[in-house]
């Protein structure tokens, strides 16, 4: 302990940062990667700044067959919490990018439009945060005002999933 005092003491910030680091992956924290995209707005964000420093819940549909899922989980819970909706798009060739754009914008309330992110990049980071397994289920990521990782969850909305992430942005 003596030796990381002096190792912080003399490096300063740095040494702080990769100790808290640390700290979160010996404790098994996981922080979201950065995700960077445009809303459907047309507004560029980036999460987890873009959160405000709040909670908030993160639905991100790697698939169109997971369009339905993630539309209903948006559905069910955009009136009780912050929520994000992503739309990971980075295997969309460019071609029909617009016309994928066009199609998720024809379909959502145009209220929501800056809070539902189009991705392009950083698929195989978010996968991975998301603990990815079936491509058509909708993930859900719980944020902590941190960008940390509280809870994760895939599949169709069910009761019981929504008192989860209830309990875990409501804490």
Do not use: N
């Not at 339905?68 to 071609?95: H, N």
């Not at 603990?131 to 969850?153: E, M, N, S």
């Amino acid at each position: 302990m003596r030796l990381m005092a002096r190792s912080i003491s003399r490096t300063g910030t740095p040494a702080l940062c990769l100790l808290a680091f640390w700290v979160g992956v010996a404790y098994g924290q996981q922080s979201i990667p950065g995700i960077e995209g445009e809303t459907l707005s047309g507004k560029k964000v980036s999460l987890p700044a873009a959160a405000a420093g709040r909670s908030a819940l993160l639905i991100i549909g790697f698939t169109h067959g997971s369009e339905a899922q993630t539309r209903a989980w948006s559905q069910r819970v955009r009136d009780r919490f912050p929520v994000w909706s992503i739309a990971v798009l980075e295997d969309v060739p460019g071609l029909v990018r617009g016309m994928v754009k066009h199609g998720i914008k024809s379909g959502t309330p145009k209220e929501l439009y800056d809070h539902f992110l189009l991705v392009y990049h950083g698929e195989k980071q978010l996968k991975q945060a998301a603990g990815f397994d079936k491509p058509d289920d909708a993930y859900l990521l719980a944020i902590d005002k941190g960008g940390v990782i509280t809870w994760r969850y895939h599949g169709p909305v069910t009761d019981a999933a929504v008192e989860q992430v209830r309990a875990h942005l409501e804490h």
